[in-house]
């Protein structure tokens, strides 16, 4: 999954020692979005219609170098086609670009079609690699 630029200034921040708002679970938002448009890593957004969904319990975690973020979205929200999804580190909107507002990566991708008659739970991970 490819990062944004704004989540690799972000992770670069971070080593610094920089304040960020963070990734974590009180920040970190699951956005999904009906956008199939190509990744461009100067986006901060997605690129559709979307909605986001805070994490949920013990999300995000950390296992070493693999980072994992869960949201669940309810019968009454993203009943779309899901083309594509991100994590934010803010709850506001997929399209805000709010300072420290930032969309640390995107994917374009068909998760398929989500009816109001469905809970989905969604699941992502993120693999740090060297």
């Known amino acids: 999954m490819p990062l944004l630029k704004t989540g690799r200034n972000n992770?670069?921040?971070?080593?610094?020692?920089?304040?960020?708002?963070?990734?974590?679970?009180?920040n970190a938002c699951m956005f999904v979005g009906s956008g199939s448009g190509v990744h461009d890593s100067a986006d901060n957004h997605l690129k559709g219609a979307s909605v986001g969904a805070t994490m949920e319990a013990t999300y995000?975690?950390?296992?070493?170098?693999?980072?994992?973020?869960?949201?669940?979205?309810?019968?009454?929200?993203?009943?779309?086609?899901?083309?594509?999804?991100?994590?934010k580190n803010a709850t506001t909107t997929a399209t805000s670009t709010a300072a420290n507002v930032a969309m640390l990566q995107r994917m374009v991708?068909?998760?398929?079609?989500?009816?109001?008659?469905?809970?989905?739970?969604?699941?992502?991970?993120?693999?740090?690699?060297?």
């Open 11 to 26: 992770i670069a921040a971070i080593l610094n020692g920089e304040a960020i708002t963070a990734y974590g679970g009180t």
């Open 60 to 87: 995000p975690s950390r296992s070493v170098n693999i980072l994992s973020y869960r949201a669940l979205y309810s019968t009454t929200v993203a009943n779309f086609q899901w083309m594509e999804w991100g994590v």
């Open 109 to 130: 991708e068909d998760l398929g079609l989500k009816a109001n008659t469905q809970q989905w739970q969604f699941t992502a991970t993120l693999t740090l690699t060297t």
